[in-house]
């Protein structure tokens, strides 16, 4: 049996009737300030809980399902969650430094206020997310943030190339030194698309228009 104990407390939250936690499936339990640091939860699944400020530090998560849950200031800093399921859910303010998030879905979820800096998120799903984050250094290829809110979000130095931000918000995201090629911007075309514009006439030609 495995107990799952709170991170500074040691109270147990929850009993698993299993050897280790991977593969565990756990619905609408309480495990707020739960503490899975170093735990392996690869292939499991946390349906409806809260786990608002867990201890998610250096955990595997990869092909994990967390599903409508409440994770408010939760840390993932340095898990691996390859290919993990987080979709609607609310992850605000949580810490996703330094993860390995490669085709993680976060699709419909709140992610306000979060640090994602250093992550590696190539493939990742944030299908209408709300996303106002620090994205700092963060490896963002091929990342679909169709719809998402990025208002206010900090991109600097993220490598952001071949993702696609269709009909996306960016109202005062910062994009400084950050690698845009073959990326879609807001408008559905190609980052830095724009018409081509026709060739000026001469002043004599404009003037002698403006006599007649």
Same mark, same amino acid.
């Given at each position: 049996m495995i107990e799952i104990k709170h991170k500074t407390t040691g109270k147990v939250l929850h009993k698993v009737n299993n050897d280790s936690l991977r593969g565990c499936r756990i619905k609408c339990i309480d495990l707020r300030g739960a503490n899975f640091q170093n735990q392996d939860l690869s292939g499991s699944s946390f349906i409806g809980c809260s786990?608002?400020?867990?201890?998610?530090?250096?955990?595997n998560l990869?092909?994990?399902? /967390? /599903?409508?849950?409440? /994770?408010?200031?939760?840390?993932?800093?340095?898990a691996n969650m390859a290919n993990a399921d987080l979709s609607d859910n609310v992850l605000d303010v949580s810490k996703f430094v330094n993860v390995n998030a490669t085709g993680c879905k976060f699709r419909h979820s709140k992610i306000n206020g979060a640090d994602f800096t250093g992550g590696k998120f190539d493939g990742s799903d944030f299908f209408f997310c709300e996303l106002r984050s620090n994205f700092t250094a963060a490896s963002l290829i091929s990342v679909n943030f169709f719809g998402a809110d990025m208002s206010n979000a900090d991109f600097t130095r993220a490598d952001l190339r071949k993702s696609i931000m269709t009909d996306g918000k960016i109202l005062g995201a910062s994009f400084e030194y950050a690698k845009m090629q073959e990326s879609i911007g807001t408008n559905g075309q190609p980052w830095g698309?724009?018409?081509?514009s026709l060739p000026k006439k001469p002043w004599w030609q404009i003037w002698s228009r403006a006599a007649m």
């Open positions: 786990l608002s400020e867990a201890d998610l530090r250096t955990t990869s092909n994990a399902k /967390i /599903i409508n849950c409440v /994770i408010q200031r939760g840390d993932f800093t340095n698309f724009s018409n081509k």
